[in-house]
């Protein structure tokens, strides 16, 4: 492999984008939903995948959101997030069905 296709491999790699299954909501009757973590901003941030194959954003803040899950009879999610960027992870709830993506706690 030369040095030209080394560096281009390097590149693609390195802007390669993840998400992540966080949760699925497993509340009876619910209609099929998914908490997926996606770092396609640059940061861990937290979108609900749904039914009708919309993916909602839910969180845009400054730390990647470590992990999330559903609370079970709500449309809430409980969050691992190290807020302030002081290593501690502190968990927050957050409500699912706000107008607008959660920018801090």
């Known amino acids: 492999m030369d040095t030209t ?14 998400t992540v299954l966080a ?9 099929e939903r998914l908490l997926v973590r996606t770092d396609a ?18 969180t845009e803040l400054p730390e ?3 992990s999330a899950h ?11 997030v190290d807020a302030g960027g002081n290593e501690r992870i502190q968990l927050f709830g957050l ?3 706000r107008s607008a993506p959660v920018r801090s706690f």
């Open 64 to 66: 990647p959101v470590a």
């Open 5 to 18: 296709s080394r560096h281009d491999l390097v590149r693609a790699l390195l802007s390669a984008r993840m």
């Open 41 to 58: 901003t640059g940061s861990f941030q937290l979108s609900e995948l749904r039914a009708d194959g919309t993916l909602v954003t839910l």
């Open 70 to 80: 559903y609370v079970p009879g709500k449309r809430r999610a409980v969050i691992e």
């Open 23 to 31: 949760d699925l909501d497993r509340e009876a009757g619910a209609p």
């Open 95 to 97: 409500e699912l069905d």
